[in-house]
């Protein structure tokens, strides 16, 4: 199975979200089938076929979230990284600003699923095969 060594080489290619479709399938290719990131500390339970799972430490210091969800200023800013206007670690603190508290990619469906702490689906965007 993958490595965390193996995802942080495939994660130190992205420099924006503009990158983020190239590092989907690296990390595919891995055989990644799904992962969550977690706003608060930054680190990813990553899953692979056969009940596999590895996590990542801790990739920034604790943020605090949001106590409530601002849905279309997150949408905003979103679109504002997917088009590299924002560095991931701008990205991460709007996230906690606004409200997220996690994400999770399942690569089999190609979505990309953002919830607030009380789990409900804030947004659910499919995963280009290419920048646009």
Known sequence: MFTIAQLNAAHSRVKSGADFPAYIRDIKKLGVTAYDVFVADG??????DNHFKTSSAASHEP???G???DAEQFKKALKEHQQGKTDYATFIAMCA???IEKWTVFLDKMTCAY???AGNEILVEEIPLERK
């Open 43 to 48: 680190h990813s339970d990553y899953y692979g």
């Open 63 to 65: 943020l605090i979230l």
């Open 67 to 69: 106590r409530t969800v």
């Open 97 to 99: 600003t606004c409200g």
């Open 115 to 117: 919830y607030d702490a």
